[in-house]
């Protein structure tokens, strides 16, 4: 079995070119340590292996890694001993730099074409469990947004969440996006990073560094971070990185998380961004409101058709842009109206912020700009713009970059909950009363009302249209000022000021 799992997992490495031939000796050999094991026997014959092999391979040697007492048998410990495995195929840090390079020479495109299916291949990010993910479509006034249930993060068992609890705290790496992350061992409370590289860049003069996330959440979904553990702020030198990122590759987005609790991100401790190649709703919605501002007459501004406070800028030069976006962020980290419920700051606390993403669009630089503010109220102590109570039961997490963009990432439960109450709403049962339904029960029945007819054919199309008809809502929650007469007057109101 050993001896089957080991030769098959090299030829994958050959295959797909994390090796070349002339190291199936050598990998072999660090796989075999790995077992710890001397012996060894190639096996006659094997069949042809690939990309769609490597799970089953995977599970073979970690089958065999559990009964050798060499690992727990846990999604936890084996995700640990996997990557270790795979970490024999993969090339040196420098290796991969360097093909990246040589690849960037010819065209950006190439190069994190390259990269991204390496990304892929070293099983950093897990084919087999991004397409677990369950995804689709919602129409809306706003455009056709984006809806997914996120599958492809194991969650811990209770024997690594027990273990974790024993160990001694860590700060190496100091977080999930620090430069030391590459090659490290993992343990049960950080995951494996043995299989992960980095490439070097350099962002207005300073050291970057671009990998991809392991749970890509749409395609060529990369991070790129400061190598410094820095904190994140939202500043002007933030919009002249953006730039610097989408002039070196023109083929991706790149954006920011807001810089204040509630509506940042989960890492607000390290600067980093978040990119791709991808079109999201956002991008598509068009210009509801051109306006002007003096002194920027040569831009193009608007606001945009969406849920969030969105003003769009647009020019061939990206420094105009730079210059607007910073006088729009000074002018929006200032600025109150009573009357819209938008405080600067309360008690000392400041309230106000922006999402950027930078982007490049007919040859020009392009940058949307969404309007943020984190105050909380008795009434809504998350966040008065923030997912409100009424949607919790499908979204309570902060809307950070990503679903600002259109792209709701909702939690691995509902998966379980909606067919649950799929076969309650197909028997006609009550589904009230069931302790894991009970908090969808007033949305299903408000559904139901306005619903003709379900079926076995129609029910999971009727449950996701209304899922995604939730998350327009909670875009909605985000926005400071609504997408109504009145809110247009109040955002205009803040345009008059710039």
Not at 65 to 71: D, E, I, P, S
Not at 296 to 315: A, F, M, Q, T
Not at 360 to 385: K, S, W
Not at 460 to 466: A, C, N, V
Request: proline share 6%.
């Amino acid at each position: 079995m050993l001896n089957r799992g080991i030769a098959r997992l090299v030829s994958y490495g050959v295959r797909v070119g994390l090796i070349p031939e002339e190291e199936r000796i050598y990998t072999t050999n660090l796989l075999l340590d790995v077992f710890h094991e001397t012996e060894y026997t190639e096996p006659e014959e094997l069949p042809e292996t690939d990309e769609n092999d490597l799970e089953d391979i995977l599970r073979e040697l970690l089958e065999e890694a559990v009964k050798r007492g060499l690992t727990e048998d846990s999604v936890v410990y084996r995700d640990l001993f996997d990557t270790r495995l795979m970490n024999c195929l993969v090339p040196r840090p420098a290796q991969v730099q360097s093909a990246f390079r040589a690849k960037y020479e010819k065209s950006p495109r190439e190069a994190t074409d390259y990269f991204y299916k390496f990304s892929q291949d070293t099983d950093y990010i897990r084919r087999y469990r991004i397409c677990k993910d369950i995804r689709w479509k919602t129409p809306s006034v706003y455009g056709d947004v984006d809806i997914s249930i996120n599958l492809s993060k194991p969650e811990k068992d209770p024997k690594a969440i027990a273990a974790a609890r024993q160990m001694k705290a860590s700060s190496y790496p100091k977080c999930l996006l620090c430069a030391e992350n590459e090659g490290y061992a993992g343990r049960v409370d950080h995951p494996a990073r043995e299989n992960h590289r980095i490439i070097p860049i350099t962002i207005n003069g300073q050291p970057w560094g671009l990998q991809y996330s392991p749970y890509v959440y749409y395609n060529e979904h990369c991070i790129v971070f400061n190598r410094q553990h820095t904190p994140m702020k939202i500043e002007r030198d933030t919009f002249v990185r953006l730039f610097d990122f989408v002039r070196q590759f023109p083929h991706y987005f790149l954006g920011s998380n807001a810089d204040l609790p509630i509506v940042g991100g989960s890492i607000l401790s390290h600067d980093h961004f978040q990119g791709g190649h991808y079109t999201f709703a956002m991008e598509k919605a068009p210009i509801e409101i051109p306006f002007t501002i003096p002194g920027y007459e040569d831009v193009s501004c608007g606001i945009v058709k969406w849920p969030l406070s969105v003003i769009r800028i647009r020019h061939a030069d990206d420094r105009r842009l730079v210059e607007l976006a910073s006088h729009i962020l000074d002018a929006w980290r200032g600025y109150t109206d009573e009357k819209a419920f938008i405080f600067a700051e309360t008690d000392g606390e400041p309230h106000n912020t922006i999402t950027p993403i930078a982007r490049t669009r007919d040859g020009q630089f392009e940058m949307d700009l969404a309007l943020r503010n984190n105050i909380t109220t008795e009434e809504h102590p998350l966040g008065v713009y923030h997912p409100h109570a009424e949607y919790h039961h499908i979204k309570k997490e902060n809307i950070g970059l990503i679903e600002v963009m259109g792209l709701a990432i909702l939690p691995a439960r509902l998966k379980e909950e909606m067919e649950l109450l799929k076969t309650y709403l197909l028997e006609g049962r009550d589904y009230s009363k069931d302790p894991a339904l009970e908090k969808h029960a007033d949305w299903a029945a408000e559904f139901m009302a306005r619903t003709d007819h379900i079926d076995r054919d129609n029910i999971d199309s009727i449950l996701q249209q209304e899922i995604g008809k939730v998350f327009v809502h909670v875009l909605e929650d985000a926005g400071v000022f609504k997408c109504t007469p009145e809110g247009r007057e109040a955002f205009l109101r803040f345009v008059s000021v710039l």
